[in-house]
C-alpha cells in the first residue's frame, strides 16, 4: 500500500457529499492566499468574519465570501431552482 500524497494546494476541492460537482468549489481557480494577507491583513481577517465587498473606482466590484458562506448561496439557489455563480470556462 502506498502511502497518499498531501494535496497540492491548488488542486480542486474534492465534493463532501454526492452533488453536481458544478454546485460546489471544484470548477473555480485558486489562488493561494498568503501573498494578499501579507499585503492586506485586515481585509483577510474582516473576510473570515464575512462577505467583504471591494470596490473599484468608487463602485462595487468584487465579493469576498467565506466558502461556507458561498455553499450556502449555492444551496439555497439549487433550491429555488436559480442560477448559481456563472463559471468561464478559458
Known amino acids: 500500500m502506498t502511502a497518499r500524497r498531501p494535496p497540492h494546494p491548488d488542486e480542486a476541492v474534492r ?24 499585503a492586506q491583513p485586515k481585509l483577510i481577517d474582516a473576510a473570515l468574519r464575512g462577505a467583504v465587498v471591494l470596490t473599484r473606482h468608487g463602485r462595487d466590484a468584487f465579493v469576498l465570501l467565506p466558502v461556507d ?22
Open 15 to 38: 465534493p463532501t457529499r454526492d452533488v453536481d460537482p458544478r454546485e460546489g468549489m471544484e470548477r473555480f481557480p485558486r489562488a493561494d492566499i498568503s501573498v494578499l494577507e501579507t
Open 69 to 90: 458562506e458561498f455553499q450556502s448561496l449555492a444551496r439555497e439557489a439549487m433550491a429555488r431552482r436559480i442560477g448559481g455563480p456563472k463559471v468561464i470556462e478559458g
